[in-house]
């Protein structure tokens, strides 16, 4: 009976089945990521225990799985701890994504992690593709420059139209 006793008290110290954190929520930015932006995933969590510090945080993208999980060292006072993990995505592909995020607390000298982990959730975002206009760079030639008449002139002081071999047009004044 004695045996039984202390296996009861001392199973809660190794952390068999214990759960000493949670993902409170999920926040992506932006909001509607496109594919030449970098997405930022912030898992808000909850610890029960004094300390929260991270130990190791990893992620794999696996198709349009992203697989992450990270490891906090919990002390032994029982206290809140509230902490964010910040996973940085370089650009994405565009599609509909999935990121599956697990939790894990260890305590001890080299932060031993429980054998279950304490939380897992899953979010899901989309990627679209970036709808943006570029600025082509040329190297465009100076056909004339013309006055407000269209009469061409190397004049100064005065309203000018740059006209260029590409087709642009530059109003310029120059005051010497």
Known sequence: MKKLLLLLIA????G???MFGSISSFTISPVNPNNTDTVYIYAELLFIQTGCQLDVKSYN???N???ASSLHCIGMGAAFCYTTDTFKLNPLLAGNYLFDFTLSSGSGPNCTAGILPDDNDV???NVVTSVGIEEQASNK???KATDLLGRETKETNQPLFYIYD???VEKR???E
């Open 11 to 14: 199973l809660p110290m190794i």
């Open 16 to 18: 068999f089945g214990q």
């Open 61 to 63: 993208i696996v198709g």
């Open 65 to 67: 799985n992203i697989l």
């Open 123 to 125: 979010i899901s975002f």
């Open 141 to 143: 030639k100076l056909l």
């Open 166 to 168: 590409d087709g642009t």
């Open 173 to 175: 004044i120059v005051i």
